[in-house]
């Protein structure tokens, strides 16, 4: 994709939660007017990056994860500029120990 003017370099807005079992990550990430075919999703077992382009922004970032995932079994769907990643924590993962505030 071309561009006469120059991107914007932005860090994207993203959510990361777990489900009631602590069985699967889901990540969210706000991509406004990019297109499929302009994201590059890297998935590590502690880690993913990303990189997005549209017309104006290059959307730039790494981030850790909470836990182990298994990177072969994510999935990524992109709905109108809301990139939605789903993985399955590995099976060795151990949920983390609530910590009372006194």
């Known amino acids: 994709m071309e561009s006469a003017v120059p991107r914007i370099l932005k860090t994207p807005i993203l959510a ?5 079992k602590h069985q699967h ?3 969210e990430v706000e991509l406004p007017d990019v297109d499929s075919e302009n994201i590059t999703l890297m998935m590590h077992e502690n880690s993913f ?3 997005a382009l549209s017309k104006t922004v290059e959307y ?3 981030f850790f ?3 182990p995932v298994d990177p072969e079994k994510a999935i990524a769907v992109n709905d109108r500029g809301m990139l939605t990643i789903k993985v399955p924590y590995k099976e ?3 949920c983390a120990r609530y910590v009372p505030i006194e």
């Open 25 to 27: 990550l889901t990540i």
């Open 49 to 51: 990056s990303l990189k």
């Open 60 to 62: 730039l970032g790494s």
């Open 92 to 94: 060795s993962f151990m």
């Open 16 to 20: 990361m939660y777990h489900d009631d």
């Open 65 to 67: 994860l909470d836990g």
